[in-house]
């Protein structure tokens, strides 16, 4: 007894001893007997202070990591900042990365989805011969009466438009200026059998004489062709040429909405091949050379 009361005494009079000693006492004792005998030397206030801060159960909220979405808090290490994840499963980098992707290779595939398409076009093996075309008469600079029979021995490119056009026949009627000169330099056999016709649409305003004067600003070789209206609309018939008024105002001006296409003749008058507003020169060159040198099929 006397030992204890002196213990005790040693424990309650330095007080900042007490606080010291007690929470490795309670680290070390876990037994029901280790806690009456803190009870003893301690009072009451001073051990339910230091259960509730040595408590499993109460982590302080500095010590805990919030780890990946739905697994919860975490006991980190103490004394650090706590630090919650907001990086999820896809980055904006990731969005993006496939985003260019996926633009990348619905590009290639459409290329290469039209080069399939033109490949199975070009291997398309057609049989008989189409209804465009036909006789015709109409009346050329000097005021002759012509037919097709009068170009037979060339290889005829025809296109129907009008003086007073003012973007998309003059567009066209250069392309096949330039279509002469490529075959010039590069096939000069094959350019002198070729002859650039140009027929007229608008016979009412297009006079021999309003014709001579807008030959004049096209290539050397064109001959131009007009005739009365019943001739005109009888040879854009044949050949399926769409023509109609368009804007026509209070003085009587108008322009003509027509088909923009290049009719290829053999040397018989027989068509060859067509050429649309799309193709380039180059490809109206090829196109030709093709249908000049390939031997018909019988």
Same mark, same amino acid.
């Given at each position: 007894?006397?030992?204890?009361?002196?213990?005790?005494?040693?424990?309650?009079?330095?007080?900042?001893?007490?606080?010291?000693?007690?929470?490795?006492?309670?680290?070390?004792?876990?037994?029901?007997?280790?806690?009456?005998?803190?009870?003893?030397?301690?009072?009451?206030?001073?051990?339910?202070?230091?259960?509730?801060?040595?408590?499993?159960?109460?982590?302080?909220?500095?010590?805990?990591?919030? &780890?990946?979405?739905?697994?919860?808090? !975490?006991?980190?290490? @103490? *004394?650090?900042?706590?630090? +919650?994840?907001?990086? /999820?499963?896809?980055?904006?980098?990731?969005?993006?990365?496939?985003?260019?992707?996926?633009?990348?290779?619905?590009?290639?595939?459409?290329?290469?989805?039209?080069?399939?398409?033109?490949?199975?076009? &070009?291997?398309?093996?057609?049989?008989? !011969?189409?209804?465009? @075309? *036909?006789?015709?008469?109409? +009346?050329?600079?000097? /005021?002759?009466?012509?037919?097709?029979?009068?170009?037979?021995?060339?290889?005829?490119?025809?296109?129907?438009?009008?003086?007073?056009?003012?973007?998309?026949?003059?567009?066209?009627?250069?392309?096949? &200026?330039?279509?002469?000169?490529?075959? !010039?330099?590069?096939?000069?056999?094959?350019?002198?059998?070729?002859?650039?016709?140009?027929?007229?649409?608008?016979?009412?305003?297009?006079?021999?004489?309003?014709?001579?004067?807008?030959?004049?600003?096209?290539?050397?070789?064109?001959?131009?062709?007009?005739?009365?209206?019943?001739?005109?609309?009888?040879?854009?018939?044949?050949?399926?040429?769409?023509?109609?008024?368009?804007?026509?105002?209070?003085?009587?001006?108008?322009?003509?909405?027509?088909?923009?296409?290049?009719?290829?003749?053999?040397?018989?008058?027989?068509?060859?091949?067509?050429?649309?507003?799309?193709?380039?020169?180059?490809?109206?060159?090829?196109?030709?050379?093709?249908?000049?040198?390939?031997?018909?099929?019988?």
């Amino acid at each position: 007894k006397e030992n204890k009361r002196t213990r005790s005494c040693n424990l309650t009079k330095t007080g900042q001893k007490k606080t010291m000693l007690l929470p490795r006492l309670a680290l070390t004792c876990s037994t029901a007997a280790a806690q009456r005998s803190i009870a003893r030397v301690l009072p009451r206030q001073n051990i339910q202070k230091f259960q509730r801060k040595s408590s499993p159960h109460s982590i302080s909220k500095r010590n805990m990591v919030y &780890g990946r979405p739905g697994e919860g808090p !975490k006991e980190g290490l @103490g *004394g650090q900042n706590p630090t +919650i994840s907001k990086r /999820g499963p896809v980055s904006w980098f990731t969005l993006g990365f496939v985003g260019v992707t996926s633009a990348a290779a619905v590009g290639y595939f459409k290329v290469q989805r039209e080069r399939r398409l033109e490949a199975a076009m &070009g291997k398309i093996v057609s049989t008989g !011969k189409p209804a465009i @075309g *036909g006789p015709w008469t109409a +009346i050329d600079m000097n /005021g002759q009466l012509v037919s097709e029979k009068d170009f037979f021995g060339k290889f005829t490119l025809l296109y129907f438009g009008f003086a007073r056009c003012p973007d998309i026949c003059p567009s066209e009627m250069v392309k096949v &200026g330039k279509v002469m000169d490529t075959l !010039k330099r590069d096939y000069p056999d094959l350019a002198e059998q070729v002859q650039p016709l140009f027929v007229t649409v608008d016979p009412a305003r297009d006079s021999i004489r309003s014709l001579k004067e807008y030959a004049q600003d096209f290539h050397p070789t064109y001959k131009f062709l007009t005739g009365t209206p019943e001739q005109v609309q009888k040879m854009a018939k044949a050949y399926r040429v769409y023509v109609s008024k368009a804007d026509e105002t209070e003085d009587g001006d108008y322009l003509v909405d027509h088909s923009i296409v290049l009719y290829f003749h053999d040397q018989q008058g027989e068509l060859l091949d067509v050429c649309t507003q799309s193709m380039k020169p180059s490809d109206v060159v090829e196109r030709m050379v093709k249908g000049m040198t390939t031997k018909p099929t019988i």
